[in-house]
């Protein structure tokens, strides 16, 4: 069971990057699929999240309107793109996998990729 995140860099503000999350060793269909960030200092976020077939997502208010989870069933892939980027989103952003749909709490998820970092210059 293992999630694999990259797609992280520098990045100045307004731009956008696009994370994905690949999933192996096991079928996540049924694990409803978090985008979590930490930024130094601070408390891991929820950022996005998304069941497996992708009819119901989740976004934090900080975020919303300038993200997008989605996925690639065939690749077992999920994808956060970023668009109009911040400073204030500077962090390591993490995947994971949990079998609450909706859930927002790190404790929740049950498997947790590597971890990516995101850096917005301003």
């Known amino acids: 069971v293992q999630l694999q995140a990259s797609g992280g860099g520098l990045v100045q503000a307004g731009g956008s990057l696009r994370l994905s999350c690949a999933a192996s060793?096991?079928?996540?269909?049924?694990?409803?699929m978090g985008w979590f960030r930490q930024a130094p200092g601070k408390e891991r976020e929820f950022v996005a999240g998304s069941t497996w077939s992708g009819g119901s997502t989740d976004y934090a208010d900080s975020v919303k309107g300038r993200c997008t989870i989605s996925r690639d069933n065939a690749k077992n892939t999920v994808y956060l793109q970023m668009n109009s980027l911040k400073p204030e989103d500077t962090a390591v952003y993490y995947c994971a996998a949990g079998p609450y749909s909706g859930s927002r709490r790190t404790s929740q998820y049950n498997y947790w990729g590597q971890g990516t970092l995101v850096t917005v210059s301003s």
């Open positions: 060793g096991r079928t996540f269909s049924r694990y409803y």
